[in-house]
């Protein structure tokens, strides 16, 4: 709530490339303190419709709003109170097709919400394509948001507005808690989710360099014989949701949940469908015992 969905579409919408020429339909789900402008839209042919109740996100009803408008394209600012799963349940008309799900954030409130009201605001991210974190204040500490964020949803993109008008991706070498320029770069198992996450998006920072953790082999029926997955287990969000991470690893060991070693592997970015990707080489395996903390916690 009051995170900027209104004025984000509205500048989207202010934006000529976001013409697709076909006529729009944009479905407001929520009254915020912002209204919108359509004098101001770049182009024509935008229909606003106000749902007032979640009653009314029915096949029936937005078959009617789609014939009414004309629509070749739907926006939808979604009440997040109303629950993604909703939305996701409601019956969409036939020849709709979901093409993407952004989740804006206020910077000012995250850590607040995150605490207190965290299954409301992390709900609609799971889903994301994109969170956009805005309203971030000068000397921010984005790091952590972000661990958070790529916990709750890994595979999202995440953009953090600056206050001044910039945007980033909120990482760099020196913020990381390893030693980047090490000739072998030891990370401890508290640092393994921030290599984790910071290898999704910055695959080409460690290509080439060597890297030394402690984790597990773990099968995976897709890969080819010679490779396997290396990482540990993980709590990415809570209790119930503990499941595997890591990277593709060509090597010599063997699948087992209960041996740990400790691996030194030469990182190497890949292409994957269009996208960087990080994978390991091992180069050296030692067997050690297990680790004090069997999950890793991406929220510590």
């Known amino acids: 709530l009051e995170s900027g969905k209104t004025k984000f579409i509205q500048e989207t919408m202010e934006d000529p490339n976001f013409d697709s020429g076909d006529k729009t339909l944009l479905l407001v789900c929520e009254e915020g303190e912002i209204e919108y402008d359509p004098s101001k839209f ?60 952004i989740t804006t954030v206020d910077a000012n409130t995250f850590d607040n919400y995150f605490t207190n009201m965290r299954q409301m605001l992390t709900d609609p991210m799971k889903v994301a394509d994109l ?14 948001w972000r661990r958070q964020l790529k916990a709750v949803n890994p595979k999202t993109n995440i953009i953090f507005e600056n206050t001044d008008g910039t945007s980033e991706d909120g990482v760099a070498d020196e913020d990381l808690p390893y030693d980047m320029k090490s000739a072998v770069i030891e990370i401890k198992d508290e640092d393994i989710p921030t290599f984790y996450l ?22 995976d029926r897709s890969l080819p014989k010679g490779y396997y997955m290396f990482g540990r287990m993980a709590m990415t969000c ?26 030194t592997a030469q990182c190497k970015a890949v292409d994957a469908q269009g996208e960087k990707m990080l994978m390991l080489q091992e180069a050296r395996a030692e067997i050690v015992p297990p680790p004090e903390e069997e999950y890793l916690n991406f929220n510590a």
């Open 238 to 263: 809570c209790a119930n949701d503990i499941q595997p991470i890591g990277w593709i690893t060509q090597g010599i060991q063997k699948p087992s949940t209960k041996t740990y070693f400790r691996l």
């Open 42 to 101: 770049a182009f024509g042919g935008v229909h606003v419709a106000q749902i007032e109740d979640k009653s009314e996100l029915t096949a029936e009803n937005l078959t009617a709003l789609e014939k009414k408008s004309g629509c070749g394209r739907v926006i939808i600012e979604y009440n997040s109170i109303w629950t993604i799963e909703r939305l996701g349940s409601c019956m969409l008309p036939r020849k709709w097709e979901v093409v993407q799900i």
């Open 198 to 219: 910071d290898s999704l998006d910055h695959a080409d920072r460690y290509d080439r360099k060597t890297v030394r953790l402690v984790g597990q082999a773990f099968a």
């Open 131 to 144: 969170i956009l974190v805005n309203r971030c204040q000068p000397g921010a500490n984005k790091s952590p």
